[in-house]
Nanobody, 129 residues
Framework: QVQLVESGGGSVQAGGSLRLSCAAS????????MGWFRQAPGKELEGVAA???????NYADSVKGRFTISKDNAKNTLYPKMNSLKPEDTAIYSC???????????????????????WGQGSQVTVSS
């Protein structure tokens, strides 16, 4: 079992930046893919980005060029970074782990969230105009 604990988030004005952290503990050897998701009020869960165990990354079109995801393998910590934030980025952001590198790929613009088997508690990000 893997435990994911998130920190960071908060409120920022449009155009600002925020960095989240997602620390993994437990049996992290099977974390071949780490995903980053968000859910805005009244909307469905959306895949934002994913990073494979080899460090390669994939991003949703809506955040390309603005968001980045990186990880520190020594600390088993994921670092999603959000730049040029917009009010429509307001959501609860969650990290999640999946046991297969293939689950890091976007298909028809989506990550297969139902196949991610470990989730963080979520962090609120609010962007004001």
């Amino acid at each position: 079992q893997v435990q994911l604990v998130e920190s960071g988030g908060g409120s920022v004005q449009a155009g600002g930046s925020l960095r989240l952290s997602c620390a993994a503990s437990g049996n992290t050897s099977s974390n071949y893919c780490m995903g980053w998701f968000r859910q805005a009020p009244g909307k469905e869960l959306e895949g934002v980005a994913a990073i494979v165990s080899d460090g390669s990354t994939n991003y949703a079109d809506s955040v390309k060029g603005r968001f980045t995801i990186s990880k520190d393998n020594a600390k088993n910590t994921l670092y999603p970074k959000m730049n040029s934030l917009k009010p429509e980025d307001t959501a609860i952001y969650s990290c999640a782990a999946a046991p297969s590198t293939g689950l890091c790929s976007f298909t028809w613009g989506r990550l297969p969230s139902h196949l991610y088997n470990n989730w963080g508690q979520g962090s609120q990000v609010t962007v004001s105009s």
